[in-house]
Each structure stands twice: as C-alpha cells, then as structure tokens.
C-alpha cells in the first residue's frame, strides 16, 4: 500500500535540506530520503506518516568527517593548520600542535600526518608521524639547541595536503646561567686617555652559544673610572654596551658580572 511518509529533523541538530521533504513507500513498504550534510555530528530524523502524524518513528544518523584530502568538485580539499605558534628555549622540549580538517571545516579523526621537512630540527626526524585525536588535533614533540626559526613541513597520509609551521627555538630559559652555564664576554680598548669615552660590548651568551636577549649585566665602579650605567640589559642580539670614563691615570680592572653574578 503506498503510503507519504514525511521527514522532520529535531531543532538542536538540523539536517537543512531534509527538514519537510516526503517519500511515497513502494510495495515493500519502505521509504527512502536521501540527504547531504556538511557539518559532522549526530542528528535525530523523525519519520511520521503524512495523513495520521501520531503514527512516527525516529533514526539517528551520524555524519563523520571527509578525510582531509577528500577533493570537492571544484579541487578544493582540507587542511592542516598550526594550532599556535610553536616556541621553545634552547635545550627544552617543544611541541608542534597541528589541526587536520575536511574542506567543510570539521575536525578529522585518525589521519596520519607525518614530517615530510623537519626544517633543520636536528631531533625532529623525517617522517615521524602522529595520528589526530578526536578533536582532529595530532602532536610533534621537538628539542633543538640552536636559537632560531624553522620551517617545518606536515603532510597528510595521502600525501596532497601540506602546512608549513614556523618553529621559534630561543634562548636557554634560564639566560646565562642555564644548564652548565654560559658566558659573557666582553670587547672593548685596552688603553685610553684621562677622560675619554670607551664603550665596552658585553655578550651574553646561554650554554648553547646562543645570544641572550634581557640579561642584566652589569659593572663594578673603580675608584678612577666612572660609567654611565652601572647595569644594563642586553638587547636582541644578547649586546649590552658600556661607556666608561678613565679620570685618573693608571691601571684598572673593569669587572662585568651577568645577574647570576658569573
């Protein structure tokens, strides 16, 4: 007997293009609905009959993610985004948090994606791979002793879809005094005039060689010599410069400390 049967969607999750649509059953007495969704989830569809609406049932359907490098008919596929920007200091563990996603913008679970160009990340090797969480969210862990930025590249387990993530490796955390320690250095003249300006350049550096930008170093006063400022703090290229004044002729030692007093 065929009968229209009418399809209703609950209000918390629609599937738009269902909502209202009707079907006749054939001489099985089944009805088919056919339907497309972009956005993942779980949705109720309510199926009642359309001439005695108390005579309904409901189906649950679950619409799952397209994998990230499922292709659109216009080519466009998913992606892999940077959760944030990965950072580290020198000698510390990072992480690199990375999104997969379909071309409609839901998260994908279980892709593969895999460092296809760690960008010189000496422990981050070529083709370590992480497996996304519900949440479409997979995790690189890195360490890196040379201050800088990286460029590494992520692919997904189809191989279609990068992302290039900027990695910014600074410093050791703990400036000079970090791990077994680093250094200071300093330049400057080895003879001047009563009364002359010298400048005087502090380098600092953490145990990894790298400069340490907001080090406070600073000069212990001479009687016979005067400076300008007696604490400093090094700028970006881990520089603090002195200008110290020589008043009265003779020999002296210029002391530069870091804050650690190294």
């Not at 399809?7 to 006749?24: F, H, K, N, P, Y």
């Not at 989830?41 to 189906?59: H, L, M, R």
């Not at 201050?147 to 290039?164: E, M, R």
Request: charged letters at 20%; hydrophobic letters at 35%; glycine letters at 12%.
């Amino acid at each position: 007997l065929d009968t229209e049967v009418k399809a209703a969607v609950d209000d918390a999750a629609s599937i738009a293009d269902l909502a209202g649509e009707t079907a006749t059953t054939d001489d099985t007495g089944t009805a088919s609905f056919s339907f497309t969704e972009t956005s993942a989830g779980s949705y109720t569809i309510t199926v009642e009959n359309a001439d005695k609406p108390d005579f309904s049932a409901e189906a649950s359907v679950t619409v799952v993610a397209a994998p990230i490098d499922a292709s659109g008919p216009n080519g466009e596929a998913g992606a892999i985004s940077a959760v944030s920007a990965p950072t580290a200091g020198a000698g510390a563990s990072g992480t690199i948090e990375v999104k997969g996603t379909d071309r409609f913008g839901n998260p994908v679970e279980g892709a593969v994606l895999s460092v296809s160009d760690n960008g010189g990340i000496s422990n981050l090797a070529n083709e370590a791979e992480s497996t996304t969480d519900a949440g479409g969210i997979a995790e690189f862990e890195f360490q890196e002793n040379t201050a800088g930025t990286y460029d590494v590249t992520l692919t997904d387990d189809g191989g279609s879809v990068t992302q290039t993530v900027t990695v910014t490796v600074m410093s050791h955390p703990d400036g000079v005094s970090g791990g077994d320690g680093g250094s200071i250095s300093v330049s400057g003249p080895t003879d001047t005039t009563a009364g002359q300006e010298e400048s005087f350049a502090v380098d600092a550096t953490d145990v990894y060689g790298n400069p340490v930008a907001g080090e406070d170093v600073s000069v212990t006063v001479l009687e016979g010599v005067t400076v300008t400022n007696e604490t400093l703090t090094t700028d970006a290229s881990g520089v603090a410069t002195f200008t110290v004044v020589g008043e009265t002729v003779g020999d002296y030692e210029v002391v530069f400390s870091d804050a650690s007093g190294g």
